[in-house]
């Protein structure tokens, strides 16, 4: 059981939107920068989305991330084929016991 | 373009050490503000946050994991290493080796932008 929530699942047709939010609280999420990874069907992950809202180069513009308040999202329009991946949020969490990066547990995007 | 490359046994029995190495190519491992993770992955599940090193030697480790840990980095070879002891089959999974943006003074500002393509490790007698 991950601290970062995220739907295990969303699905869109081609051309569409989708939103993928992550949850958190104020140990992590509410104080650090978020940042999102795509992970194709048997490779490695790869960051979509640094600093909250920061692409590295190389990254389309549909790509885009917010962060506001306990919750991070992560946005894609246009969507294409090639979309269909496995995407997971990450971010430092400092709680009482312990200070660690965390992942989200990952949705799946599938594109209808 | 820095490249990162994990190797290690792909069997290793219960109860003993798992070993990994990370070999950076493109760019030295001493250069520029950044720690070396690592991350794994059991099979048809979610990513999990292993450790990371910084060039100074500064290590965070994944309390759920922290006392079996140990993360230590060559500089000499331009590589870093993982070692898990004690493990156990809920140890088998893709190990990823990655770079990570970041320095010790500003611990919590941290994300990881180069990632290797992974090694699978099976623990089994």
């Known amino acids: 059981q991950s601290v970062l929530t995220q739907p295990p699942s969303v699905s869109a047709a081609p051309g569409q939107k989708v939103t993928i939010s992550c949850s958190g609280s104020?140990?992590?999420?509410?104080?650090?920068?978020v940042s999102w990874y795509q992970q194709l069907p048997g490779t490695a992950p790869k960051l979509l989305i640094y600093d909250d809202n920061k692409r590295p180069s190389g990254i389309p513009d549909r790509f885009s991330g917010s962060r506001s308040g306990t919750s991070a999202t992560l946005g894609i329009t246009g969507l294409q084929t090639g979309d269909e991946a496995d995407y997971y949020c990450g971010t430092w969490d400092s709680n009482l016991s312990a200070s660690n990066w965390v992942f989200g547990g990952g949705t799946k995007l599938t594109v209808l | 373009q820095v490249q990162l490359q994990e190797s290690g046994p792909g069997l290793v029995k219960p109860s003993q050490t798992l070993s990994l190495t990370c070999t950076v190519s493109?760019?030295?491992?001493?250069?520029?503000?950044?720690?070396w993770s690592w991350i794994r992955q059991p099979a048809g599940k979610g990513l999990e946050w292993i450790g990371r090193i910084y060039i100074s030697g500064s290590t965070n480790y994944n309390p759920s994991l922290k006392s079996r840990v140990t993360i230590s980095v060559d500089t000499s070879k331009n590589q870093f290493s993982l070692k898990l002891s004690s493990v156990t089959a809920a140890d088998t999974a893709v190990y990823y080796c990655?770079?990570?943006?970041?320095?010790?003074?500003?611990?919590?500002?941290?994300?990881?932008?180069?990632w290797g393509k992974g090694t699978t490790v099976t623990v089994s007698s």
């Open positions: 493109g760019g030295s491992i001493s250069s520029g503000s950044y720690y």
């Open positions: 104020s140990s992590n999420i509410g104080n650090n920068y």
């Open positions: 990655a770079r990570g943006h970041g320095t010790p003074m500003y611990y919590y500002y941290f994300y990881m932008d180069v």
